[in-house]
C-alpha cells in the first residue's frame, strides 16, 4: 500500500482561496513546514501573533509567525490578514470598563 503525503503548499493555498477563512497571505518555510511540524510535536515550537485596528480607515489587520524554535535564523511560517468589522466587533474586552 502506498502512502501519500498532502501537500501543505496546497493546503495553504486552499485556505487563501476561501471566502470563510481570513488568511490573505502566507508564506512557507522552505522545509514546507517538516521542522515547524516536528517542532509541535516535540513541544518546542514557538508562535507570537498580533493585531491592530487603524481608526483612520476603519479596518484591521493582523500577523502571526510560528518558527521551530526561540533561535534566530531559523525559517519561519509567516501569515498576515485584513480584518473586517468595527473595533468592538475584533476586540474581546478582557476587564470591564
Same mark, same amino acid.
Not at 522552505?30 to 515550537?45: K, L, N, V
Given at each position: &500500500? ?8 496546497? =493546503? =495553504? ?11 490573505? !497571505?502566507?508564506?512557507?518555510? $522552505? ?5 515547524? %511540524?516536528? %517542532?509541535? @510535536?516535540?513541544?518546542?515550537? @514557538? %508562535? +507570537? ?6 481608526? #483612520?480607515?476603519? *479596518?484591521?489587520? $493582523? @500577523? =502571526?509567525?510560528? *518558527?521551530?524554535? #526561540?533561535? !534566530?535564523? +531559523?525559517?519561519?511560517? /509567516?501569515?498576515?490578514? =485584513? ?5 468592538? /466587533?475584533? $476586540?474581546? #474586552? &478582557?476587564?470591564? $470598563?
Amino acid at each position: &500500500m502506498e502512502e501519500s503525503t498532502p501537500c501543505i503548499q496546497a =493546503f =495553504f493555498d486552499g485556505l487563501l482561496q476561501s471566502p470563510r477563512i481570513l488568511l490573505d !497571505k502566507c508564506i512557507l518555510p $522552505s522545509d514546507g513546514g517538516e521542522a515547524i %511540524a516536528q %517542532a509541535i @510535536a516535540s513541544g518546542t515550537a @514557538a %508562535a +507570537v501573533s498580533d493585531g491592530s485596528f487603524d481608526d #483612520k480607515r476603519q *479596518a484591521g489587520s $493582523s @500577523a =502571526f509567525i510560528i *518558527a521551530p524554535s #526561540k533561535d !534566530k535564523g +531559523v525559517e519561519l511560517l /509567516e501569515g498576515a490578514n =485584513f480584518v473586517t468589522g468595527s473595533p468592538d /466587533e475584533q $476586540s474581546i #474586552k &478582557m476587564y470591564p $470598563s
